[in-house]
């Protein structure tokens, strides 16, 4: 396939999943065992996609002018850690950084909540991928008051608005990266309880996954309905035309990867990317370089 097929093709299967406007989100209208698309023919996609991609990053290196930060977040069980190492296995890890954000420590607690972060925004040129992401503070702080009791807050800044607030300043932040060039895409892998639990079985039963399973994660099922509720304001709130949700059914691997890998290109894609232009200075050094090479 001709890379503009290619990308033609990447955009059809990514557009169901893009949320720009939160306005009118309904989780329920996303079905986590939707697949819509024939195995073959999207896994076919995904192959052509990845080295489409390769080709983009290289560009996007080479400008050395937009960033891009893609953030993943989910309930345990739902294929973050995976669809980031598909997705990635065509990137060159030099132009790539990926960061996992788990229970703040002192120091973060010590500083307000988008500091941590900051420190790991990409540099230009650069893919950043964020697993799990400073939406948390609307998630499993929400769910679980006593993560936000924790945070230091002077008492008088925590009120009724607060999570009316963070949303605001989260939308903020991300209008402020995308006038900087830090282009922000946002992944909701949206798995279904049952399958959730099929998942956890399987890390139970099979010995070499038993590392996978933490008992914490099966106490978190409890919060199911809170979660659940907590991620679709969180979409309504904070989807927007600069920083969109992409909510994709999580209950296949295969179909996860596909629409993540195609909204990763059609991102890339949509941006300028091109390689410097030489100027005439440096053509002639070249040129003068190529001729000494030659002499000795
Ligand atoms: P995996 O289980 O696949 O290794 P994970 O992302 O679930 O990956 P864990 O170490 O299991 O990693 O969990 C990290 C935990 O940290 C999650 O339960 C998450 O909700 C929690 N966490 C992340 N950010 C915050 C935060 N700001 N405040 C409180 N808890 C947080
Ligand atoms: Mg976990």
Known sequence: M?????????????????ISKGNGFRLKDVDPDNTLEDKPRAKEALVSGVTALTELQDKLYAQDKWAVLLIFQAMDAA????????VMSGVNPQGCQVYSFKSPSADDLDHDYLWRCMKCLP??????????SYYEEVL??????????????PPKLVGKKIWEERFEDIRNFEQYLARNGVVVRKFFLHVSKKEQKR????????????????????????????????YEEMIQETATKEAPWYVVPADNKWFTRVVVASAVIETLASLDLAY????????????AAKKKLLTK
């Open 2 to 18: 001709k890379t503009k097929e290619i990308i033609k093709r990447v955009r059809e299967l990514a557009k169901p999943f893009r």
């Open 123 to 132: 540099n230009r040129g650069h893919i950043g991928i964020f697993n799990r």
């Open 199 to 230: 998942r956890f079985l399987d890390r139970i039963d099979d010995s070499f996954k038993n590392w996978k399973f933490s008992s914490n994660d099966a106490k978190e099922r409890d919060f199911w309905d809170d979660y659940m509720e907590a």
């Open 276 to 287: 410097p232009k030489v100027d005439e200075g440096k053509l002639k050094e070249l040129a």
């Open 79 to 86: 294929g973050k850690d995976g669809a980031i190492k598909h």
């Open 140 to 153: 499993v702080v929400r769910v679980h008051p006593e993560f936000l009791a924790k945070e230091k807050l």
